[in-house]
C-alpha cells in the first residue's frame, strides 16, 4: 500500500518534473473560482468588523469626552483604556483560537466569532456606563482576535496556488475598508443620529457574515483531519467545480493529513518541521507590530496635529487611510506574480526610511517649524489647532503616507498569509493562535509604553525605534521567510519536512 499511496501523493513525486508543472498548470487553467471568490467574501466580512471595531475609538472619543452624563464622560486616564483594551480582547481571542480551530473548524470558528462582536456592539450602543462600554470593546477585541487566527487559515486552506496569494491579501483590504467606513460614518452619521449609531452599524457586516457562511463548505483538510472524507471531497468539488480534476488536489491532499493524523506531542515539538514554521510566523507577528504599525493608526490625528502638517489632521487620516487600501490592492494584484520576499524587502525598505525621515524630522525642524512645544503632551496636542508655518510640514504627512503603504504593500498582508500557508497542519490551527496572541499582547505594550515615551524623550524616539525595527525586518526576511509563490500547501510542509528546496522552485 505503501508506494501506492505515495504514486498518488503530489505532483512531484507522481511524475518528472516537467510533466507535474504541466499538469498543474492545466489544472490551474480549468478551475472555476466563482464559488470560491464567494466563500472568501463571506469570510473577509469578519475582518471588515475587525477594522471597523479597531478605530472605533477615533470618532467616539471626542464625543465621549465632552458627554453631559458623567458616567458615560471619558477623561485622560479612561479615554486612553477605552482605546486599547481592544487589544487585550483581541489576545484572548486568539488565545482562544489555539481550541477552537482545532475543535469546531475553521468555518465554525469564524462564524462564533459573530456572538461575542453582536455582543459587544449591542453593549456599546446601549451604554450606560464606563464599564459597557469598556467591556464592548474587549468582546468585540475577542472576536477580532477570533478572526484573525482563523480567517487567514480558512482561506489559505481553501484556496489553490494560482489564487492564494491574492485571496490572502483580502483580509488586510477589509480591515482597511472597514476602518474607512467607520471614518466617513464617524464624520457625518451623527449630524442626523446619535453617536450609538456607529455601534450599531457595527453589526450589519457580523449578521451578513454569519448569514453567508452559513452556506459556505468547511475547509477540505481539516474535514479530511476529522476523517470526513465524503464531506472533505463534497467541499473541494464544490469549491473547485465539477467537471475539473479536483479529484488529483484530494488525492494530495489527503496524504498530507494521513501523515499528520496524530496531535502534536512535546516531543515533536523538537522537530524542525514544527518549530521552524512557528517561529517564522511568531517572529513575523512580533515583528510587524514592533514596527509600530499600531500605534502610529491608533495617535494619527494627534500626531498630525503635533508636527502641524499642512491639512487638517483629519483629512490627513483619511487620506493615509486611502493610500493604505491602494497599496494593499496592489499587494494582492502582485502577489502571485512577484512573490512573497520581494514585496517583503521592498515593503521593510520603505519602512526603514519613511521611520527614518519622521525621527530626524522631528528632531532636527525647529519647533517653530514642526509645531511641537516643549510642554505639551500628544494627547493634549490633538486638541491645538493646527497652523502650519512653511511647506516644509508636508514631510510628516509624506513619510506616514510612505510608511502605511511600505506596510500594507507587504508586512501587512504578507504576515498573515505566510502564517497560514506555512505552519504545518497538524499545528496550524494552535499555532495560528499563539500567533495571534504574540502579535496582540506585543500591539497593547507598545500602545501602552508610547505615550509615556513621547512625553518624556519626545516624538522622535519611538519613530528612530520603529526604524530600527525596520532594518530588522529586512534581515529576518533575508535569513527566515522561504518564498511560498506557486506552492500548493503540500509543497510548503514538504520543504520544512526535508529541507529540500528544490520543492519551493
Not at 39 to 62: E, H, M, Q
Not at 107 to 119: D, R, T
Request: aromatic share 10%; hydrophobic share 50%.
Amino acid at each position: 500500500r505503501e508506494p501506492l499511496v505515495r504514486k498518488t501523493s503530489s505532483s512531484y513525486r507522481t511524475f518528472p518534473e516537467s510533466t507535474a508543472r504541466r499538469l498543474d498548470k492545466e489544472y490551474l487553467r480549468s478551475l472555476h473560482n466563482k464559488r470560491l471568490y464567494l466563500a472568501v467574501f463571506a469570510a473577509v466580512l469578519g475582518n471588515f468588523s475587525f477594522g471597523f471595531a479597531l478605530v472605533y475609538p477615533s470618532p467616539v472619543i471626542p464625543v465621549l469626552e465632552a458627554h453631559p452624563s458623567p458616567a458615560l464622560r471619558l477623561d485622560q486616564h479612561t479615554a486612553p483604556w477605552f482605546g486599547s483594551v481592544f487589544t487585550l480582547g483581541a489576545a484572548a481571542g486568539g488565545l482562544s483560537t489555539m481550541l477552537l480551530n482545532d475543535c469546531l473548524g475553521r468555518k465554525m470558528s469564524i462564524m462564533f466569532s459573530a456572538l461575542p462582536s453582536a455582543l459587544g456592539y449591542a453593549l456599546l450602543a446601549g451604554a450606560q456606563g464606563l464599564w459597557m462600554l469598556l467591556l464592548g470593546r474587549v468582546l468585540t477585541g475577542f472576536a477580532g482576535g477570533v478572526t484573525s487566527a482563523s480567517i487567514p487559515v480558512y482561506i489559505s486552506e481553501i484556496s489553490h496556488p494560482g489564487v492564494r496569494g491574492m485571496l490572502g491579501a483580502c483580509p488586510q483590504i477589509m480591515a482597511v475598508l472597514g476602518s474607512l467606513v467607520l471614518y466617513a460614518l464617524g464624520k457625518y452619521l451623527w449630524l442626523l443620529l446619535d453617536w450609538r449609531w456607529l455601534a450599531v452599524a457595527g453589526e450589519v457586516p457580523v449578521l451578513a457574515m454569519v448569514l453567508l457562511l452559513s452556506f459556505m463548505p468547511n475547509s477540505p483538510r481539516f474535514l479530511l483531519s476529522q476523517g470526513k472524507e465524503e464531506e472533505a471531497l463534497g467541499s473541494l468539488c464544490w469549491l473547485r467545480g465539477e467537471d475539473t480534476d479536483y479529484a488529483r488536489e484530494y488525492e494530495q491532499i489527503k496524504d498530507s493529513v494521513r501523515k499528520q493524523s496524530r496531535r502534536v506531542s512535546c516531543a515533536e515539538l523538537k522537530d524542525p518541521f514544527l518549530y521552524k514554521p512557528i517561529l517564522i510566523a511568531g517572529g513575523m507577528r512580533f515583528l510587524q507590530q514592533l514596527s509600530g504599525v499600531t500605534c502610529i493608526l491608533v495617535y494619527l490625528q494627534p500626531i498630525f496635529k503635533k508636527t502641524s502638517v499642512i491639512l487638517k489632521a483629519e483629512y490627513d487620516a483619511a487620506l493615509v487611510g486611502l493610500v493604505r487600501l491602494s497599496a494593499v490592492a496592489i499587494a494582492a494584484v502582485s502577489m502571485d506574480k512577484a512573490g512573497r520576499k520581494i514585496l517583503l524587502f521592498v515593503s521593510a525598505g520603505v519602512m526603514l526610511v519613511s521611520n527614518l525621515t519622521m525621527g530626524l524630522y522631528i528632531h532636527f525642524v525647529p519647533a517653530s517649524h514642526n509645531g511641537t512645544v516643549a510642554n505639551t503632551t500628544l494627547v493634549s496636542s490633538a486638541n491645538l489647532p493646527a497652523e502650519p508655518t512653511n511647506y516644509i510640514t508636508l514631510i510628516p504627512l509624506l513619510a506616514t503616507m510612505f510608511f502605511i503603504m511600505g506596510y500594507a504593500m507587504g508586512w501587512g498582508p504578507i504576515t498573515w498569509l505566510l502564517m497560514s500557508e506555512i505552519l504545518p497542519l497538524k499545528a496550524r490551527g494552535v499555532a495560528s493562535g499563539l500567533c495571534v496572541v504574540v502579535s496582540w499582547l506585543t500591539a497593547f505594550t507598545l500602545t501602552q509604553f508610547f505615550l509615556p515615551v513621547v512625553n518624556t524623550f519626545g516624538l522622535e524616539v519611538p519613530f528612530l525605534f520603529f526604524a530600527i525595527i525596520s532594518a530588522g525586518n529586512i534581515l529576518f526576511t533575508g535569513c527566515c521567510v522561504p518564498e511560498t509563490k506557486g506552492r500548493s500547501l503540500e509543497q510548503i510542509e514538504a520543504f520544512f519536512r526535508t529541507g529540500r528546496r528544490s520543492f519551493l522552485r
